[in-house]
């Protein structure tokens, strides 16, 4: 039985590659930051346990725990808790960015380095990380997290070749939209540290917030998180995995028109599929 460790595991993205690995026969440790989820996981027959990305000490408890339980070895690791920091750059205080960061990016280095040793131990292993579209399209308010994205494509794109002989093998899934609750968990961040009364873009975030409060039907092109599920399971299961996956028609569209527009051309078509900033 192969052995995945996969973080952000309380909904969304996380809940749908846990359960689906654990219905092909994996042994999945499925981590949360909040130890009620934990104990939903569990109830739903998952080995679940507490692991914060923003705290050390939880990442290396996390490792030690899982370790402990399969005789120190892990086939798998799952990149995939974060949460999203809306706001216009102009607004993103050092605050905001710094706690975009700490979770979406350092913690997932910090825990990726504290399994690697166990990989190059054993001689294989594999490690996916759960970008998004956006680590490669940038769309207007959001920087914080399309600089947390943007960053961790190049730290994975590095890892990927420092890694190269060592039987361990990285790889990228970009989903676009998915059925999840990233927007209702992106409110209390926006509220936290977007001073939006008094920015220049007040009139753009009332929409975003009325959005919010009533998200009413899915973007277009929306699928449900098993559809990450799929690119995750052939990652992790094909003895050639490719090295970046991305999910959805937009996902697949943006990749291949940034190839091919001008900068401008493209900031125009981004523009225009954020709605002007409005969705």
Excluded: C
Excluded at 191 to 205: C, D, K
Excluded at 241 to 259: E, Q, S
Aim: hydrophobic share 45%; charged share 20%.
């Amino acid at each position: 039985m192969k052995t995945i460790l996969v973080t952000g595991s309380s909904s969304g993205i996380g809940a749908a590659v846990a359960h689906g690995l654990s219905a092909r026969g994996w042994r999945v440790f499925a981590s949360a930051r909040k130890p009620a989820d934990v104990a939903r996981l569990q109830a739903h027959g998952l080995e679940s346990l507490v692991l914060d990305l923003d705290d050390s000490g939880s990442i290396q408890a996390a490792v030690e725990a899982v370790l402990a339980r399969t005789e120190g070895r892990l086939d798998a690791l799952f990149n995939n808790g974060g949460y999203g920091q809306l706001g216009a750059v102009e607004d993103l205080t050092r605050e905001a960015l710094r706690a975009q960061f700490e979770t979406n990016l350092f913690g997932w280095v910090e825990l990726t380095n504290r399994v690697l040793p166990v990989m190059r131990a054993q001689g294989h292993g594999r490690i996916v990380m759960n970008s998004s579209v956006l680590g490669y399209a940038a769309m207007p308010y959001r920087g914080a997290y399309n600089a947390a994205k943007f960053a961790l494509e190049g730290l994975t794109d590095t890892l990927r070749q420092e890694l190269h002989g060592s039987g361990i093998h990285v790889a990228l899934v970009e989903p676009g939209p998915i059925e999840s609750r990233f927007r209702e968990n992106a409110v209390p961040h926006f509220e936290r540290h977007i001073a939006w009364e008094r920015s220049v873009h007040r009139v753009r975030y009332e929409m975003q917030r009325a959005r919010l409060a009533h998200p009413g039907p899915a973007a277009p092109f929306t699928l449900p998180p098993q559809a990450v599920l799929a690119r995750v399971i052939h990652a992790l299961e094909s003895p050639r995995p490719r090295l970046r996956y991305p999910v959805t028609v937009p996902a697949v569209a943006f990749a291949w028109l940034k190839r091919v527009l001008p900068g401008r051309a493209m900031d125009w078509v981004l523009r225009q599929a954020s709605g002007g900033g409005r969705r």
